[in-house]
């Protein structure tokens, strides 16, 4: 068997305090059901996250201080077969080793989708 896909998401608010992404829904992502894998769900999440605990610095390989991610617990709570998600990610806690962030991803209509938690440790 052969599974393909590809994703792809847009920042479109971005501060100090909280990020918030869209990302559309195509083919390429749908599970063998016909509905958003969770995998993409949790990919856009975790992404968004990781650009909140960045700050305004940009991402690049080898980088210091890249946010790794230690922990993630999610909830699936609905899904949706087109349209688009859209995720808000905001600090639970801020550190300055260890920062929380909790991302709600949504569908269409604002329902929610998915509620993610993750944990971020700055590499050195």
Not at 32 to 42: D, N, Q, S
Not at 78 to 103: C, I, P
């Amino acid at each position: 068997m052969k599974f393909e896909g590809d994703i792809e998401f847009t920042v479109i608010e971005r501060n100090d305090d909280r990020v918030v992404s869209e990302m559309p829904i195509h083919s390429g992502m749908l599970n063998p059901f016909g509905v958003i894998h969770a995998g993409a769900m949790l990919w856009l999440a975790d992404v968004t996250a990781t650009v909140l605990v960045l700050g305004p610095a940009e991402a690049r390989p080898g980088m210091t201080g890249f946010p790794l991610g230690i922990s993630l617990n999610a909830n699936f709570v609905g899904n949706q077969r087109a349209g688009s998600l859209r995720a808000v990610s905001e600090f639970v806690k801020r550190g300055r080793t260890v920062s929380v962030v909790r991302t709600s991803v949504y569908g269409d209509g604002d329902k929610l989708l998915a509620d993610v938690t993750t944990s971020h440790v700055l590499s050195k």
